[in-house]
C-alpha cells in the first residue's frame, strides 16, 4: 500500500516533469540581434499606475524602435538582487533599474557586469564607496543615472494653482521626506511664492516650509486612510487646490475633491487624467515625472549605441518633466493664467526664473 | 498482525499525505498558471491546442521553479558548479526565514503566539547595521558585535512582550502586533534621522555595513550565499537541544503544553514567558541580522519583507518542531527563490506566482482537507471518538 | 413500556466499546447498568438514544424493532435521556427551558408558555417534584435542576428514561431524593434505566441489575448482592471494600492553617477565616458539597491562590507567600483535584511527568542539561512501584486510564521527602479497583507518620479513610467531628447543619 502509494507519485512527478522539459525546448529563441532591455521594478508591481507603470510604458515604447523589452517585479527588497542577475544572466542588454532602493543592487550589479549596461531610475547612478559616503561617487562607465528636475514642473503648477485658487490657500503633502517627493513639494511652494510676488497676493501654502525643508507627510506610501484624512483636514482649512505627493495615494485626495467639492487635486508623477480616468471632473492638472520618457531614452540611446554614463535630466526642455494638459477642467482655468503659465516654462528653461 | 496493519497504515499515512498534497498544489497551481496566460482564452475553439498549451505553460512555469530554486542548466556554460547557483539562492532566503521561524516556534512550545517575529527582525537588523555602519572594528570581532547589538536589542524587544504578558496578563498577540506597528515606523522614522541617513542620501536607506561586519561568503562572490545559512542551522540545533535536553527547555514546554499543571508543579510562569519571549526575539533578531550582515548590506524600511510574517506559516508548516522548521523554511526559501525565476522565465506574472506558493503552503498545512479529498479513513480520529464516547 | 436490545456492538477503531450486548428492560421497573468508567455504558446508552449509531444489532420497543438513528427518533418512541451534565439553558426560566426546541407560538406571533406551564404544575404535583415553572434555572439547586431535565423529559411522553450518572452531582441528601423520585416515576409505570457505579444506590433503588466490563455484558444481579459481590463482578477479580486500617497514632503538629482568609481579585471572600490543624499519623478529611470553598482552601495551602490571609504552618514554619515551588519542597505532596487540568501534562510521557516538580534537581539534571536516561531509569522504578499499567516510561501520559494518570501523580508526589500530604479528590472519577489503589497508599502515608489533608465529596471515600472530618460550607470549616459521626448527621452537616426544607 505504501509502496504504491509512493511509485505512483513518483511516476506522476516524473511525467509533469518530462512535460515540463518538453515545453521548455519549444519556447525561447528568436532574441537574435534585438536589443533586449529590461526594468528590474520595485514592489509597487508592474499596475502601480504611477511610478513602474510609466517605466514599463516607456519600455513598451521602445519596442516600436526595435527593442526586446521585459520586467521583473519586486515582492520585498530582498527580491532586488537576485531580480537584477537574473536579467544580467537572461543576455537583457540593458537593465534598468526602477525606484531608488533598486540602488544599491544596480550599483553592484554594474560593477560586476561591466558588458551589461544598465542605468536606475532617481538616483544618480554613482559609485559612492564602501560606506556610501564618498561625494560626488565615482563615475561608473556602464550605468547612467536618470534624474528629473521635476521642481521646474512643480514650480508651475504652484503659480497655476496660486492663480486658480479662491480662498487663497492651496495645499501639498508627501509620502516620505525624502528628496524625489519633497522636490515636487519645494518646486510647488516656490511657484506660489513666485506668483505672490508677481501679482502681489497672499496665497498660503499649507503642507511645505520651504525654509525648514519640512512638511505634511503619511509616513509611507500605502495609507490611504490617512491621505484621505489630511485632504480632509486642508479642505477644513480652506485650501481648494491640493497637491498630493505619494504615488497612489493621490486618489485619496481626488476622492475627497469628487466627495467634498471643495477643492481640486493636482495629480503626481504621470498623467491622472489618463492613468485615473474616475478622477478626470476633480483633476486641475498633473506634474508629469517623464520616467517614461527617460526610460526610452535610455533604451533608444543602447539601439543607437550612443549610450554613456552621462545622466540624464529629465526638464521642461526634453519633456522629462512637464505639466499635464487642463483635460476636462480646460474652460475653468483663465486664459490669461493659462498663457502665464506657459510663459513660466519658457522663462524657467531659458533660465530667467530659478526654481530653487 | 494488528500491529504489522497499523503500522502500515500509518506510515502511508505520514508519507502519502505530503506527496497527495503536494500532489494537489501542483495541480491547483497548474490550472492558475494555465489560465492566467492570456493566450489560452483565444484557443477555446480548438481543444487540444487549448489543453496542449495550458499544459506547456504550467509545465513550463514548474520548470522554471525547480530552475529557480535548485538547478539551472543554462548557468553551466561557464562552470557546471554555476548551475547550483539557484540552490545556493534558496539557501540565502531560508536562513533568516528558519531564524524567525524558530522564534514563532519556541514561543509556540512554551504557548505564547508570538505574532511579533516582523519587529523583532526589525529591531535585530537596526542592531545589526548600527553597529555594522558605526564601528570601525577588526574581522570576526565586528561581526560578533554586529551580531550581539541584534541580539540584545531584538531580545529585549521581545522581551518586553513576556514581561507584559506575565506582569498584566496582556495578551501576548495584541501586544506583538502592536508592537509590530512600532517596529515598522519606530524603523522608518530612524531611517530619516541623520544617524542612520547615508550621506548624500535622503532616502530611507542606511550606510552599508562594514566589510569587516558582513557575514563571508561561502563560495565566492558569485553567489550570495554566506555564513547565514549555517549559523541558522546551527541555532536550529540549539534550539533543538533546549528544548528536548535542558531544565529551562522542559519548563517553556511544560507552560506551553499545560500551563496550570506547570504552575501546580512550582514552576514559574512569569519566569518561562519573559525569558523565551527574550530567546523568541533575540531569535528573529538574529534573522534581521543574516539579512542585513549577509546579502542586504544595509537597513532599509522593507528590510524585513514579510519574514516575521512567512515565520508563522512556516512554523506552523513545521509542526512547532525544530527540524520541521528548518524543512518549512527551506520549502519556503525553495518557493521564494524559484518564484523569482518564474516571473523571469515565463509570463506567470508575479501575484500568481504568490497565490501558488501559498497553494503548497495551503494543501501540506491542512491535511484534514487532503485527506477530505482523497477520502482517506483517518485511522486517528476513531481512536478520538472512541477516547471521548468510551466512557461508560 | 418495555424496551430491549439485541446484540448491540460498537466499534472505535480497534477499541469495542460494545460487543454484542443483549438487554431487556420491562415496564415499570428500575434497571441499574453497574459498570466501571470506560465499561461502555455510555456508549451502549448513546445509541439507545440515537446519539450514536451501532455497528450491529437491533432496538426492540414493546417487542417491535425500530430504528432510532437520531435523538428526535427516540423521543418520538417515549425514550428519554437525562444527560451527566445538564442541557439546560442557565439564564432561562423552567418554563422556557422545557419548551426549547417545541416552541409554540400564539395568534400573535408570541410563545406560548401557558401550556407548558400547567403541564410542569401538573407533573410536579403528580410526581412530588415541587418545582416552580418560572424559576430561572441557574438560581436553582443543582438537585432541582436535575428535574427540570427528568420533566422535560416526560412531558414529551418519555416512557423510558435514561438516567446517565445522575447521583455525582448531587448531595447526600438530594440523592436520597432523587432516588425517591425514581420509585415515584416507576408506580406510574415509567421504566428507567439508571446508569451508575456507586453500589449503595443500586442496592437502595435498582429492581435489576445487568453489569458491564470492557463492552461486555458480565452478569445480572438482584439488588439483594452484597456490596462486595457486585464489585468483584464489576472489576473483575476479588474486591476488599473495607479498609482495614489501624488505629492512627497521633504525633505531633505538621500543618497548622490558622484564619485562613482567601478572596478573589475583586476583594470577594472565598474562604473565610479557616483554621485547622494536621498531625503527623492521621488523616483529616475535609468533607463538603462540591463548591463549598475546598478548591481554593487546598490551593492556598500551596501559595497556588493569589490573595490569602492568615498562616500556614508546616512543621512550625510559615510558608505563607512562598513561591508554589518553595511550598512544595517545603515538604507538602499535592494531588490536585484534576489529573488532567492541574496534575499532568498529558502530551508529556510518563517519565517527564513523574519529574514536573523536580526536573532541575539532582539527579534528574546537571546543571542546566537534563539527564534523560536517569530520568527514564527512576521512571521504570516509579512504574513498578506504583503499578502504572502502561506500555513503558515513555508514553504519553494522555493514553492512559484515569486510574493510572493518577497513579502518576500520586508516585510523583510521594517519591518527594514530603512530610504532609495535601489530597484533592483523590478518586474523582476513578473505577473500584484504582480507588483501592488510591486509599492504600494514602494510608500507608498516614501510617509512616505524614499528616494527610483530604479533601473529598465522596461520603463512602470520607469514611473509609478519615480520623477526623472537617465539614466545609460556603467557604468556612463548620464543624470538625469525630469519624464516627453517622451518615445522616454529616449530610445534615454538609447542607450547612439547618435540615434540608422542602419548600
Request: glycine letters at 10%; one cysteine or more; a negative charge.
Amino acid at each position: 500500500m505504501k509502496k504504491s502509494f509512493v511509485t505512483g507519485s513518483i511516476k506522476a512527478i516524473a511525467a509533469v516533469a518530462a512535460l515540463t522539459l518538453l515545453a521548455s525546448c519549444s519556447s525561447s529563441s528568436d532574441s537574435a540581434a534585438k536589443v533586449k532591455a529590461c526594468l528590474a521594478l520595485d514592489t509597487g508591481g508592474v499596475d502601480d499606475k504611477s511610478f513602474n507603470a510609466s517605466a514599463w510604458a516607456g519600455a513598451q515604447a521602445a519596442e516600436a524602435a526595435g527593442a526586446e523589452v521585459k520586467y521583473l517585479a519586486a515582492t520585498s527588497d530582498a527580491d532586488y538582487a537576485p531580480n537584477i542577475k537574473k536579467l544580467v544572466d537572461e543576455g537583457c542588454n540593458i537593465v534598468i533599474g526602477v525606484g531608488f532602493l533598486i540602488n544599491g543592487a544596480i550599483v553592484e550589479a554594474a560593477k560586476a557586469n561591466p558588458d551589461t549596461k544598465f542605468a536606475i531610475v532617481d538616483q544618480d547612478g554613482k559609485d559612492h564607496g564602501p560606506a556610501g559616503d564618498q561625494y560626488p561617487g565615482a563615475v561608473i562607465d556602464n550605468l547612467q543615472g536618470i534624474e528629473f528636475a521635476t521642481n521646474q514642473a512643480a514650480f508651475q503648477a504652484g503659480y497655476l494653482a496660486a492663480g486658480y485658487s479662491k480662498t487663497g490657500k492651496v495645499a501639498t503633502y508627501g509620502g516620505l521626506n525624502i528628496p524625489p517627493v519633497s522636490i515636487f513639494m519645494d518646486g510647488f511652494a516656490r511657484g506660489v511664492a513666485y506668483y505672490n510676488t508677481v501679482k502681489g497676493k497672499k496665497v498660503v501654502v499649507l503642507g511645505w516650509d520651504v525654509a525648514k525643508k519640512d512638511g505634511t507627510f503619511v509616513g509611507g506610501f500605502s495609507d490611504q486612510a490617512k491621505a484621505l484624512q489630511i485632504s480632509k483636514n486642508f479642505e477644513q482649512q480652506g485650501a481648494d487646490v491640493i497637491f498630493p505627493v505619494a504615488g497612489g495615494l493621490g486618489a485619496a485626495t481626488a476622492n475627497q475633491s469628487m466627495t467634498g467639492g471643495k477643492s481640486v487635486t493636482i495629480w503626481v508623477d504621470s498623467d491622472g487624467f489618463v492613468q485615473a480616468p474616475q478622477f478626470a471632473s476633480v483633476l486641475l492638472t498633473s506634474v508629469v515625472k517623464g520616467v517614461g520618457t527617460s526610460v526610452t531614452a535610455a533604451i533608444q540611446s543602447v539601439i543607437d549605441g550612443t549610450f554613456s554614463a552621462t545622466n540624464y535630466l529629465g526638464t521642461l526642455e526634453n519633456q522629462g518633466t512637464f505639466l499635464a494638459p487642463y483635460h476636462d477642467l480646460e474652460s475653468t482655468v483663465d486664459a490669461a493664467l493659462a498663457a502665464e503659465v506657459e510663459q513660466l516654462g519658457a522663462d524657467i528653461t531659458s533660465g530667467k526664473v530659478a526654481v530653487s | 498482525m494488528n500491529k504489522f496493519k497499523k503500522y502500515i497504515e500509518e506510515t502511508s499515512k505520514s508519507i502519502a499525505l505530503p506527496l497527495l498534497a503536494f500532489f494537489l498544489a501542483i495541480l491547483s497551481g497548474g490550472l492558475l498558471i494555465a489560465f492566467s496566460d492570456p493566450k489560452i482564452y483565444k484557443l477555446w475553439k480548438s481543444p487540444l491546442e487549448f489543453l496542449g498549451t495550458g499544459f506547456a505553460s504550467a509545465g513550463h512555469a514548474y520548470l522554471a521553479l525547480i530552475q529557480g530554486s535548485i538547478f539551472d542548466g543554462n548557468l553551466t556554460s561557464k562552470n557546471f558548479l554555476l548551475g547550483f547557483y539557484p540552490l545556493s539562492e534558496t539557501f540565502v532566503v531560508a536562513a533568516p526565514l528558519i531564524l524567525t521561524g524558530l522564534s514563532v516556534t519556541l514561543a509556540f512550545r512554551a504557548g505564547l503566539f508570538n505574532i511579533g517575529a516582523q519587529g523583532q527582525f526589525i529591531f535585530g537588523a537596526i542592531g545589526a547595521s548600527y553597529v555594522g555602519f558605526h564601528y570601525n572594528l577588526p574581522p570576526v570581532i565586528h561581526a560578533l558585535a554586529a551580531i550581539l547589538g541584534a541580539i540584545v536589542l531584538a531580545g529585549l524587544w521581545g522581551g518586553l512582550v513576556g514581561f507584559l504578558k506575565a506582569r498584566t496578563g496582556a495578551h501576548e498577540v495584541i501586544v506583538t502586533i502592536m508592537l509590530n506597528y512600532i517596529s515598522v515606523y519606530f524603523l522608518l522614522w530612524l531611517l530619516s534621522t541623520q544617524t542612520f541617513l547615508r550621506k548624500g542620501r535622503q532616502d530611507p536607506i542606511a550606510p552599508p555595513v562594514n566589510e569587516n561586519a558582513r557575514l563571508p561568503k561561502l563560495f565566492g562572490m558569485d553567489y550570495r550565499i554566506n555564513l547565514g545559512i549555517f549559523i541558522a542551522l546551527g541555532v536550529a540545533y540549539l534550539i533543538h537541544i533546549l528544548l528536548s535536553r535542558t531544565t529551562w527547555g522542559f519548563q517553556f514546554r511544560s507552560v506551553g503544553a499545560n500551563t496550570l499543571a506547570a504552575k501546580t508543579a512550582g514552576m514559574s510562569v512569569p519566569f518561562v514567558m519573559t525569558s523565551v519571549m527574550v530567546i523568541c526575539g533575540a531569535l528573529a533578531g538574529l534573522g534581521g541580522a543574516v539579512q542585513v550582515m549577509g546579502s542586504e548590506y544595509a537597513l532599509t524600511a522593507g528590510v524585513a519583507g514579510s519574514f516575521g510574517f512567512d515565520a508563522i506559516t512556516v512554523a506552523l508548516l513545521g509542526r512547532a518542531k525544530p527540524l520541521g522548521t528548518v524543512l518549512a523554511a527551506l520549502l519556503f526559501g525553495a518557493l521564494r527563490a524559484g518564484g523569482l525565476t518564474m516571473q523571469a522565465n515565463t509570463t506567470t506574472p508575479i501575484d500568481i506566482v504568490l497565490v501558488i506558493q501559498a497553494l503548497v503552503v495551503l494543501f501540506i498545512a491542512a491535511p484534514a482537507m487532503v485527506r477530505a479529498i482523497f477520502k482517506l479513513k483517518n485511522v486517528k480520529s476513531g481512536t478520538d471518538m472512541a477516547a471521548k464516547g468510551w466512557n461508560g | 413500556m418495555s424496551v430491549e436490545l439485541r446484540g448491540i456492538t460498537k466499534s472505535f477503531g480497534a477499541l469495542v466499546a460494545n460487543d454484542g450486548i443483549d438487554l431487556r428492560v420491562e415496564t415499570g421497573e428500575i434497571h441499574a447498568i453497574l459498570g466501571e468508567n470506560g465499561a461502555g455504558k455510555s456508549t451502549l446508552m448513546n445509541i439507545l438514544y440515537g446519539l450514536l449509531s451501532p455497528d450491529s444489532g437491533q432496538i426492540l420497543v414493546d417487542e417491535k424493532p425500530i430504528i432510532i438513528s437520531e435523538p428526535s427518533d427516540a423521543l418520538a418512541a417515549g425514550i428519554g435521556m437525562v444527560h451527566q451534565h445538564f442541557m439546560l439553558i442557565p439564564v432561562f426560566t423552567v418554563a422556557e427551558n422545557i419548551v426549547l426546541g417545541h416552541e409554540k407560538v400564539n395568534g400573535f406571533g408570541v410563545l406560548d408558555l401557558e401550556k407548558a406551564r400547567s403541564e410542569i404544575a401538573r407533573i410536579s404535583k403528580e410526581f412530588n417534584f415541587d418545582v416552580d415553572p418560572d424559576a430561572v434555572v441557574e438560581t436553582l439547586p443543582v438537585g432541582i435542576q436535575q428535574r427540570v431535565e427528568v420533566i422535560r423529559a416526560l412531558i414529551y411522553n418519555a416512557k423510558v428514561l435514561i438516567l446517565d450518572e445522575p447521583t455525582a452531582v448531587l448531595t447526600p441528601q438530594e440523592t436520597d431524593e432523587l432516588l425517591q423520585v425514581m420509585k415515584n416515576l416507576k408506580k406510574q409505570g415509567t421504566s428507567i434505566i439508571f446508569i451508575t457505579h456507586k453500589l449503595r444506590e443500586v442496592q437502595e433503588a435498582a429492581d435489576r441489575i445487568t453489569i458491564i466490563r470492557r463492552g461486555k455484558i458480565v452478569g445480572t444481579a438482584l439488588p439483594t448482592a452484597s456490596q462486595e459481590d457486585l464489585a468483584s463482578q464489576m472489576v473483575g477479580r476479588p474486591v476488599d471494600l473495607t479498609m482495614n486500617k489501624s488505629p492512627a497514632k497521633i504525633g505531633k503538629t505538621l500543618l497548622e492553617i490558622s484564619n485562613l482568609t482567601v478572596t478573589d481579585s475583586t476583594g470577594r471572600e472565598l474562604i473565610h477565616d479557616i483554621s485547622l490543624d494536621v498531625h503527623a499519623g492521621e488523616i483529616v478529611a475535609v468533607a463538603g458539597v462540591q463548591g463549598n470553598g475546598q478548591t481554593e482552601f487546598a490551593r492556598a495551602i500551596l501559595n497556588l491562590e493569589e490573595h490569602v490571609s492568615g498562616s500556614i504552618l508546616v512543621d512550625g514554619k510559615d510558608i505563607l507567600g512562598e513561591t508554589v515551588r518553595g511550598s512544595l519542597h517545603s515538604g507538602i505532596a499535592f494531588i490536585p483535584e484534576s489529573r488532567e487540568l492541574d496534575g499532568l501534562i498529558g502530551s508529556f510521557s510518563i517519565a517527564e511527568n513523574l519529574i514536573l516538580d523536580t526536573f532541575d534537581l539532582a539527579p534528574n539534571a546537571k546543571g542546566l542539561l537534563m539527564s534523560p536516561n536517569t530520568v527514564t531509569n527512576e521512571a521504570v522504578k516509579r512504574i513498578t512501584e506504583f503499578d502504572i499499567r502502561s506500555q513503558g516510561a515513555n508514553e504519553l501520559v494522555s493514553s492512559l486510564s484515569g486510574g493510572n494518570k493518577q497513579k502518576v501523580v500520586l508516585a510523583r508526589e510521594l517519591s518527594r521527602p514530603v512530610k504532609i500530604v495535601v489530597a484533592s479528590q483523590p478518586t474523582r472519577g476513578l473505577d473500584v479497583g484504582s480507588i483501592e489503589f488510591v486509599h492504600e497508599k494514602i494510608v500507608q502515608e498516614r501510617d509512616a507518620g505524614r499528616a494527610v489533608l483530604l479533601f473529598s465529596t465522596e461520603l463512602d471515600e470520607v469514611f473509609a479513610l478519615a480520623d477526623r472530618i472537617a465539614v466545609m460550607y460556603r467557604g468556612t470549616i463548620i464543624d470538625i467531628v469525630p469519624a464516627t459521626i453517622s451518615r445522616s448527621d454529616l449530610g445534615l452537616l454538609m447542607a450547612g447543619v439547618k435540615p434540608k426544607v422542602s419548600s
